[in-house]
């Protein structure tokens, strides 16, 4: 008789992170289509003209599969999801993933600028403020918790009016120049034209993210400092630059790593105020347009995308903490 080899405890711990992020899903899918059929709206009447006969109307709802009972609804939903088949979207009578992929690619053109500014600025001065203290650290922190607490489309507003109205340094709105032709992905998003309309949007949502990473980092510095492997540090002679970018800060990097992988999840849904102050076409905007048109194919994807963004996020940062800390893992 073959002896079992015992799944490894790291491994099990995967595997079972990533059966509740499976069942998880399920529900959020399952909530996202219920909650649609709630809203209220003729989902039909983008396709029709107001005027149209009942029978028109009739034909479409049968075409769409809205005359049959919701749960009927709900088992063909699931069937077409697992497939990669998402619908035709009422409004542009296209394949659901023509509509939201370049949306999708927008709003990630305008994440990652955002994470790398807010994240890499806010935990460099968090590691400065927890470590040199006092009034840099009081009036600084300070500082940067206002601006969270500061709505992101007021600083937008603000922005605009100021940088690109009055001094018109910078575009007002928009992805690209009414007479800059779409191109490739490289010309469109490695161009000159481009960085001029997203320096805002980017800035604007700069503000906004970098005093989470900031306040983390430095709660996370300030704990690190009073480890017993800092005092043997200083005791064994090394400067305090060493000191705190060669040990205490790498130390103190785990919490701000895991609040950056949420925050990109987060940030995909979560500039949908920025989208629409600088007519941004991004997921976010799409999303709003959406659920005010009734078109319940193209919301409940993009919803559903989100879902899957976030969740497989979570996953990653519980597979990186198993790796570190294999303590997690029990």
């Known amino acids: 008789m073959t002896e079992t080899v015992p799944v490894p405890g790291r491994w099990r711990y995967i595997v079972r992170r990533l059966l509740e992020n499976v069942v998880s899903l399920a529900i959020v899918a399952a909530l996202?289509?219920?909650?649609?059929?709630?809203?209220?709206?003729?989902?039909?009447?983008?396709?029709?003209?107001?005027?149209?006969?009942?029978?028109?109307?009739?034909?479409?709802?049968?075409?769409?599969?809205?005359?049959?009972?919701?749960?009927?609804?709900?088992?063909?939903?699931?069937?077409?999801?697992?497939?990669?088949?998402?619908?035709?979207?009422?409004?542009?009578?296209?394949?659901?993933?023509?509509?939201?992929?370049?949306?999708?690619?927008?709003?990630?053109?305008?994440?990652?600028?955002?994470?790398?500014?807010?994240?890499?600025?806010?935990?460099?001065?968090?590691?400065?403020?927890?470590?040199?203290?006092?009034?840099?650290?009081?009036?600084?922190?300070?500082?940067?918790?206002?601006?969270?607490?500061?709505?992101?489309?007021?600083?937008?507003?603000?922005?605009?009016?100021?940088?690109?109205?009055?001094?018109?340094?910078l575009p007002i709105s928009g992805m690209r120049s009414s007479w800059t032709a779409e191109g490739s992905f490289v010309e469109t998003f490695f161009s000159w034209d481009f960085v001029r309309h997203a320096t805002l949007p980017v800035i604007s949502g700069a503000i906004y993210f970098t005093g989470l990473p900031l306040l983390v980092a430095r709660g996370s510095i300030r704990q690190v400092l009073g480890e017993d492997f800092i005092d043997l540090a200083r005791a064994k002679g090394l400067s305090e630059t060493a000191l705190l970018f060669r040990h205490a800060a790498r130390c103190a990097l785990l919490p701000v790593v895991t609040q950056t992988s949420l925050f990109l999840g987060w940030a995909m849904g979560g500039l949908v105020t920025i989208e629409q102050v600088f007519s941004w076409p991004g997921l976010g905007r799409l999303l709003v347009a959406a659920a005010a048109s009734s078109d319940y194919p193209v919301a409940m994807a993009a919803l559903l995308l989100l879902a899957v963004i976030i969740m497989s996020l979570n996953l990653l940062t519980d597979v990186l903490y198993a790796s570190l800390d294999p303590r997690t893992a029990s």
Do not use: C
């Open 32 to 169: 996202i289509f219920f909650a649609f059929r709630l809203i209220p709206g003729d989902p039909v009447a983008a396709f029709v003209d107001p005027l149209a006969d009942p029978e028109t109307k009739r034909a479409l709802m049968v075409r769409f599969g809205l005359d049959r009972p919701v749960w009927e609804q709900y088992a063909l939903y699931v069937k077409n999801v697992l497939t990669g088949d998402f619908g035709i979207s009422f409004s542009t009578k296209r394949p659901v993933f023509m509509d939201i992929g370049p949306p999708f690619t927008n709003t990630l053109m305008l994440v990652v600028p955002v994470a790398v500014i807010s994240y890499g600025l806010g935990s460099l001065l968090g590691f400065v403020f927890g470590y040199v203290g006092g009034r840099w650290d009081l009036y600084g922190s300070a500082v940067f918790l206002v601006l969270r607490s500061t709505p992101p489309f007021w600083v937008g507003l603000l922005l605009m009016m100021f940088l690109a109205y009055h001094l018109q340094w």
